[in-house]
């Protein structure tokens, strides 16, 4: 492409300067030319003035007295009826002279011949001078074509390279513009893409961390039921118990994963509606009292009864699955799992008795990759994440004892707990 381009302006440069110094240079030669003779032909009148003025006179025309007349280097003839032609100089050698013949009214003639040399100078000279104006144009054109070549196609290798790293997974934006409305509209779209490309990106690598980190909790009760069918093969009833409830953890294992992908590319959110509350805290409850019992510790809930929410129950399931893990992995003592009411909302707060929450973290517990205890930092972001798609808020009520609250739209009547 440079040399295409160079090629072109070159070209047009070339024919540029043919068109305008051929007809230059014809155009001077012939005013070089036209010049001298016109020199040569007023050289004759003037002489031939004196030739009749001496007539006039009585006087004799010889070349001592006519020879002031003519210029230096030009060679003069002159004629009169009756007497010897009067020679004046040395006639020109070397082609054709510049020739002017001047006659009397009395048959006298004057014929002033000059060389061509200085005419010949003269054009050489006009030549040159045209022939170094073509030259200094043609080296300007040459300069400018690599100029406006780099300026063109040094943007288009930017934005080849930036496409090129686009396809190898690098979206990060150039932030180029090259002066080229067009050039510079492609570097827009590219950069654009960059950005849309990167958000992508950030998404999927996101719902990975998330869909590993949220599937990890479900997969450890349901592991651990498991266990518990193999210890109990001898009680039929336990086992179809046991049983029954890993079928529902599958289930709602099932809905984490559907849950994540929705979350992620769906701009408008889940469709949430009433359920009861109970079942869901007692689901809870009954699913990790036994890992709880595993380390001493137990889970208690206390609070209001008959409780209708508004919002997903699966979603809530993991939510407080969450909060609940965060309490066996970092907290210590008995976890309780309380419901109350607050205005229009209802409240489950999952509280232990362990050391708390570092003053120094507070609120950016929710924050990802944020975590006192070398965890990955990501189970709080994506709960309250998924808390907040479905329509309510994760909040940390108390630093000490550590105090995590899950906002609810009311359902529908509260009774209270007797």
Excluded at 55 to 64: F, H, K, Q, R, S
Excluded at 91 to 99: N, Y
Excluded at 367 to 377: D, F, L, M, Y
Aim: aromatic share 2%; charged share 25%.
């Amino acid at each position: 492409m440079k040399r295409r381009m160079i090629n072109s302006l070159l070209g047009v440069v070339l024919v540029v300067v043919t068109v305008f110094c051929v007809p230059l240079a014809l155009v001077e030669k012939q005013s070089i030319t036209s010049t001298a003779q016109n020199r040569v032909d007023a050289a004759a009148v003037r002489l031939l003035g004196l030739v009749e003025a001496r007539l006039a006179a009585g006087e004799p025309v010889t070349g001592e007295r006519i020879g002031t007349g003519v210029v230096e280097g030009d060679y003069a003839e002159i004629s009169v009826p009756g007497r010897p032609p009067v020679a004046i100089g040395d006639q020109p050698t070397g082609g054709r002279p510049l020739h002017a013949t001047e006659t009397g009214p009395h048959g006298e003639s004057v014929t002033v011949e000059q060389s061509r040399r200085d005419v010949d100078r003269d054009t050489a000279n006009m030549l040159l001078l045209i022939g170094l104006v073509a030259l200094l144009a043609v080296a300007a054109a040459v300069a400018l074509a690599l100029w406006q070549a780099r300026r063109l196609t040094r943007p288009l290798i930017d934005l080849a390279e930036t496409a090129e790293r686009l396809g190898s997974g690098d979206p990060r934006p150039r932030d180029r513009r090259y002066g080229v409305p067009e050039l510079d509209r492609v570097a827009e779209v590219l950069d654009g893409s960059a950005e849309r490309i990167g958000r992508m990106l950030t998404a999927e690598r996101r719902l990975a961390a998330d869909a590993s980190h949220q599937l990890r909790t479900p997969l450890t009760a349901l592991s651990m039921r498991l266990e518990e069918i193999t210890t109990l093969a001898h009680q039929p009833e336990t086992v179809r118990e046991e049983a029954t409830i890993a079928l529902q953890q599958v289930e709602r294992l099932t809905d984490v994963v559907q849950r994540l992908l929705t979350n992620q590319r769906d701009t408008h959110g889940p469709s949430a509606g009433g359920f009861d509350l109970d079942e869901v805290v007692k689901q809870q409850a009954e699913e990790w009292s036994a890992s709880l019992r595993g380390t001493g510790r137990r889970l208690v809930t206390e609070g209001l009864s008959h409780v209708h929410a508004t919002g997903t129950p699966g979603t809530v399931s993991q939510v407080l699955a969450t909060l609940i893990e965060n309490s066996l992995m970092h907290g210590g003592g008995t976890v309780t799992l309380r419901v109350r009411p607050s205005g229009s909302s209802v409240v489950v707060e999952v509280q232990d008795e362990g050391q708390g929450v570092p003053a120094e973290l507070g609120n950016r517990v929710f924050e990802r990759a944020v975590s006192g205890r070398n965890s990955t930092g990501i189970g709080l972001a994506v709960a309250r994440d998924l808390a907040e798609a479905d329509g309510g808020r994760l909040e940390l009520l108390s630093l000490k004892p550590p105090v995590f609250a899950l906002f609810l739209p009311r359902g529908g009547a509260v009774v209270k707990s007797d």
